[in-house]
């Protein structure tokens, strides 16, 4: 179902944002005292309001909505409540990975996806080692299937998700064809378990879990594309996704700015609103310009992206400077609103905290530094060697 006008798009949106503002937000205060999100009681309302398949091709039953088009949404999410947000970013971004497979799996899995009956969550970083070709997951052809060992940690949506996509070495039972692999692993296979990990800082009420596979028998065909794709599957992936993250950040920086606008108006002392102390106004546009900033480089990136062109640079620099610029605006929001936006009965102490998680998920500053720089000291680097490893 494409939209058939704008008006109509913009239709869809005004009722997520309805949806959003007067069913889940008078949620929140909940969530954050138990530290948990409802998830089989959301399922249906996130259903009815396509929060599960915005990204799905419309062959598949989907929206197939354009990251230009997807992006609003996400940033309204990320308003009302970052663990939400965390949870519904992943299987929205796993979409991404998963038209990678061939069409079978496309058939086979897509429309679950489009229908919230199936979650998936992507197995990338591990507590051993570090992401991507440091992996230190193996799996072993005998026969039919692969015997799958390692750990993952931090795995957003392992206790939603019906499926995981793990990425992990494949190689013959000699030791040769060693090639870095994504495995698409079901819930309940024989030796694969999930043990849930502490609490986060913000976003909270999410699952973000360790996954335990020993000897886990995944078949041959469960191996998403082929064999050898786990590379290019991650770095097309995570380039959209990364864009992604910086959006959530956006709709961040965007309402701790709105709060910060509107406390500035009502908060007195010594007799006049605190919106006519230049020292608070500094603030107010130091904010303004990041929000404004990262809107501008978010939507020329996701053009871009949505015209066919690759984004590896502008993917990284939207994830740094959203991260950075999140970071700012939060801290601050959070001087704006004085002792008072400390307390978490303010909407700003909870901001603050969902934003922390921007700075981390699919990337810290150091490795997206590293990519820009790549991109600009490419000769150096091939001459020299890169000083860090990465990938
Ligand atoms: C709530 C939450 C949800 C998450 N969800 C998922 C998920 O769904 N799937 C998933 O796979 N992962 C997930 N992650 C993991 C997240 O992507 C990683 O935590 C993040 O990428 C950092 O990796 P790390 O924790 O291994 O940090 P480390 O690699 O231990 O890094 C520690 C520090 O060292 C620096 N560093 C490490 N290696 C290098 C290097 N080669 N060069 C320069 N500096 C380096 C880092 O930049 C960082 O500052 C999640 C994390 C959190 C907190």
Redesign the pocket.
């Known amino acids: 179902m494409k939209f058939a006008s704008e008006s109509e798009y913009l239709a869809y949106l005004d009722d997520v944002k309805q949806f959003l503002w007067t069913e889940i937000d008078p949620l929140v205060p909940q969530i954050e005292k138990d530290e948990y999100i409802p998830f089989d009681d959301l399922r249906p309302k996130f259903r009815k309001h396509h929060l599960f398949d915005c990204l799905v091709p419309e062959t598949y039953g989907g929206l197939g909505l354009s990251t230009v088009e997807y992006a609003p949404v996400l940033k309204e999410i990320a308003k009302v409540h970052g663990g939400i947000r965390?949870q519904l970013h992943?299987h929205n971004s796993s979409v991404h990975l998963m038209e990678a497979g061939r069409p079978e799996q496309r058939h086979q899995y897509l429309p679950k996806m489009a229908a919230g009956d199936l979650m998936v969550?992507?197995?990338?970083?591990?507590?051993d080692?570090?992401?991507g070709l440091?992996s230190k997951s193996s799996a072993v052809r005998q026969g039919d299937v692969y015997l799958l060992n390692g750990r993952?940690?931090?795995?957003?949506?392992?206790r939603e998700a019906g499926l995981f996509a793990v990425?992990a070495f494949t190689q013959e039972s000699d030791g040769s064809h060693r090639e870095f692999s994504v495995l698409l692993v079901e819930r309940g296979m024989p030796g694969f378990t999930v043990e849930p990990l502490a609490h986060?800082m913000g976003?909270a009420g999410?699952s973000?879990d360790m996954l335990l596979f020993e000897n886990v028998p995944v078949p041959v065909d469960h191996v998403l594309g082929h064999t050898g794709m786990g590379s290019e599957l991650l770095l097309a992936f995570l380039e959209i996704s990364r864009v992604f993250i910086a959006v959530a950040a956006l709709g961040t920086a965007e309402r701790s700015l709105e709060l910060a606008v509107n406390w500035s108006k009502q908060r007195e002392t010594f007799g006049k609103p605190i919106a006519t102390r230049q020292a608070v106004q500094g603030y107010l546009a130091e904010m303004a310009t990041d929000v404004y900033a990262l809107r501008h480089m978010i939507l020329d990136a996701l053009r871009k992206y949505d015209a066919g062109q690759r984004i590896p640079e502008e993917s990284s620099m939207c994830k740094l400077f959203g991260l950075e610029a999140v970071g700012r605006v939060t801290d601050k929001s959070l001087l704006v609103h004085g002792g008072i936006g400390y307390l978490k009965s303010s909407p700003i102490e909870m901001l603050y905290r969902d934003a922390r998680?921007n700075w981390?998920?699919?990337?810290?500053?150091?490795?997206h530094k590293?990519i820009i720089a790549r991109t600009l000291l490419e000769e150096e680097f091939e001459k020299f060697g890169r000083g860090?490893?990465?990938f």
């Open positions: 965390a992943v969550c992507f197995g990338l970083t591990e507590p080692s570090g992401s440091d993952k940690h931090l795995i957003t949506n392992a990425f986060t976003c999410g973000h998680l981390l998920e699919e990337g810290t500053p150091t490795i590293l860090d490893e990465l």
